[in-house]
């Protein structure tokens, strides 16, 4: 059986939560609060000495970062079509995974850490910068364009969902994205879609 270390507002822990919905894999969930420190305990700094959430573990198996994750689970449970082997698409689909985990993490991420845990001292008008790039750079990928890598829906389209769909959560609108706000509600309809909160 598959654990997942979850919290349920970790926008990382539902990247994943949305591919193993997505795929239909079943899971149990061992609930970490980082808000009181669960993540720092020797038991799980030994699972993951980054003291990050998400962890997937599988028998003996222990994987962290939630872009790892997506990727494996792609691999293991959806064969070529969730994360391909072909190196043209491949490389594509990397290419979109890092911007998930590092343009929309600097912007919509952090804006929504920013405005809840200010104690984080996250610098509220880089938040709002990197977030317009973040968005102008995903808005100008899929303007024409259905999903974020290929033809299809990829690990790289549910590695970006959560930060975009929450992104109201920091006080950042999506207006003015026309083309991430059509690509957003498109992943709402696919089988075995689930929000934040589901
Ligand atoms: N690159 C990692 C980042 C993980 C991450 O930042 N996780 C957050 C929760 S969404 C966390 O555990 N933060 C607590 C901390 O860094 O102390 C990933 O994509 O999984």
């Not at 929504?112 to 200010?118: C, G, T, V, Y």
């Not at 999903?147 to 003015?176: F, K, N, R």
Request: glycine share 6%; proline share 7%; net charge negative.
């Amino acid at each position: 059986m598959l654990t997942l270390y979850n919290m349920p507002l970790a926008l990382n822990c539902y990247k994943v939560r949305l591919l193993l919905s997505l795929l239909l894999v079943t899971y149990e969930k061992r609930p970490i609060d980082l808000l009181t420190g669960d993540h720092q305990t020797p038991e799980f700094l030994a699972l993951n000495p980054f003291g990050q959430l998400p962890v997937l573990t599988d028998g003996e198996v222990v994987l962290r970062d939630s872009q790892a994750i997506l990727v494996w689970l792609a691999r293991k449970f959806g064969g070529e079509r969730w994360m391909p082997t072909e190196p043209n698409a491949e490389a594509l689909v990397n290419a979109w995974l890092s911007a998930a985990a590092f343009e929309l993490r600097l912007g919509p991420y952090d804006a929504r850490l920013a405005k809840h845990f200010p104690w984080l001292a996250i610098n509220a008008n880089t938040v709002v910068e990197q977030s317009a790039r973040a968005l102008r750079l995903f808005d100008q990928r899929l303007n024409g364009r259905e999903w974020i890598a290929l033809d299809h829906p990829t690990v790289a389209d549910v590695a970006a969902y959560p930060a975009i769909a929450q992104a109201g959560d920091g006080d950042i609108s999506l207006e003015g994205y026309p083309a991430v706000q059509a690509w957003a509600a498109r992943m709402q309809t696919l089988p075995g879609f689930v929000g934040l909160l589901d």
